[in-house]
DNA sequence: CGCGGCTTTGATGTTCATCAAGTAAAGTGG
DNA sequence: CCACTTTACTTGATGAACATCAAAGCCGCG
């Protein structure tokens, strides 16, 4: 809390341009959270009433679409602005959201943002910025994604999750297998399938939720191929 | 051009906060530019110097993926703002857009528009709005898509085209059936074997473009199944 | 310590892409 | 305006990719 308050804001590039008064509003009104990997923050069809932005750890954002199966809209990582998906289009979410490992998320009253957004044009035109920024990272993985076979969707997962993510050739998946598939759109089973596949072929290593990518450029060209 | 122009703004529940002088100036520099049919109005990659709004017509917006494939992203009809996919973000075009019917397309300087965002904080918030709404539209239409097999897809389109672009169970399809392939995923011989089956089951009728759709209730059940 | 969910592998079936081939329609140039 | 070329449409046959089903071991958790 308190003046960590500042480093973060500072980092998110969102709220440079707000003036000193409006930041120590902002810095006042915010509510920080902490969540457990697994906890749920929000459910689909809850009323909207806060921006919601993550500071720290991972989240995943999903609509449940049969009694038991989910599909997964995309993974969250700190500076992404999950909220923005229908914040301003819409006063009950469209999509739940949960945390795939322990993360803190800042919540910030709407209404005091849209009233930022009204008082201040540079802070709206940032947030239009972001907003749209956010959006097309979401669409252009979801279309990129219904480009490739399975083999190539597995292969973007990874190094999705190694360059972006953990920023490291060497990780914990944060997800379950089943959790893979539901973001890639596959079978848990073809997921372990092709997953084994990666390891016989010396790409990967494997133990459990561990990951090593051994042949990043191998499975570069896998994903690309797709 | 001239009065219509207030007209179409005022439909346009975008401009509706705008004050007279800023209307004025809105007015003054917008072009407003006619295309005829499978003309092509930006490429990806082009540099973005305008707001695009349609005033009339039908548009697809898509990306060319390989030498000879492209993927379409999706239709807009008037009232939806095209432009606002990554008008925001990018500085160039992310994806290209090109006409399906005649059309009419206004465009605006995107500095002014940054201007008025600037300078009029409920426009800002009416077009943080409206650009959330697209998305969200585009996204959970992709996310739709992604869930259902190809009847329910072709299913699905022609719902779309009946309900929200023409109003009318009777209508000529836009595009050929390879686009719609590209559309929602599929390949061209598929997309004309499952219109064939939907005229067998007495679903549709077909002539050439022409489609009239016969068991609404039915169809509605194929795409919702999927 | 036992139950339920996750993981893994194998066998089987379905869906859909691909290939092929022919007809119809729509441009294109002389 | 007609031959020519190209593009769109259509149907059938085949195969590959992927989903589904089944069964068993594993792990964490109450």
């Given at each position: 809390m308190n003046?960590?308050?500042?480093?973060?804001?500072?980092?998110?590039?969102l709220f440079d341009n707000l003036e000193k008064k409006e930041f120590a509003l902002l810095s006042l009104?915010?509510?920080?959270?902490?969540?457990?990997?697994?906890?749920?923050?929000?459910?689909?069809?809850?009323?909207?009433?806060?921006?919601?932005?993550?500071?720290?750890?991972?989240?995943k954002v999903y609509r449940t679409v049969g009694p038991r199966k989910e599909q997964i809209v995309g993974v969250a990582k700190p500076m992404d602005f999950v909220g923005l998906l229908s914040v301003f289009s819409k006063s009950n979410y469209q999509y739940s959201i949960s945390t795939l490992e322990d993360s803190s998320v800042c919540a910030i009253p709407l209404d005091l943002v849209k009233q930022m957004v009204h008082s201040n044009?540079?802070?709206?035109?940032?947030?239009?910025?972001?907003?749209?920024?956010?959006?097309?990272?979401?669409?252009?993985?979801?279309?990129?994604?219904?480009?490739?076979?399975l083999r190539g969707r597995t292969a973007y997962i990874l190094l999705m999750l190694s360059k972006e993510v953990y920023k490291s050739e060497k990780f914990d998946l944060p997800v379950s297998r089943k959790e893979i598939g539901e973001l890639i759109d596959m079978r848990t089973e073809n997921v372990?399938?092709?997953?084994?596949e990666f390891r016989?072929?010396?790409?990967?290593k494997i133990e459990g939720k561990g990951i090593e990518i051994v042949d990043m450029e191998r499975l570069e060209q896998i994903s690309e191929f797709g």
């Open positions: 003046n960590n308050c500042e480093v973060c804001f500072y980092r998110s590039f009104a915010r509510k920080e959270i902490d969540y457990k990997k697994g906890e749920i923050i929000v459910r689909e069809g809850e009323k909207i009433s806060d921006f919601l932005y993550l500071k720290e750890g991972l989240l044009g540079d802070f709206a035109n940032t947030l239009l910025k972001k907003m749209s920024e956010m959006n097309d990272q979401i669409l252009n993985a979801r279309l990129d994604i219904n480009l490739k076979n372990i399938r092709i997953l084994s016989n072929d010396g790409i990967i």
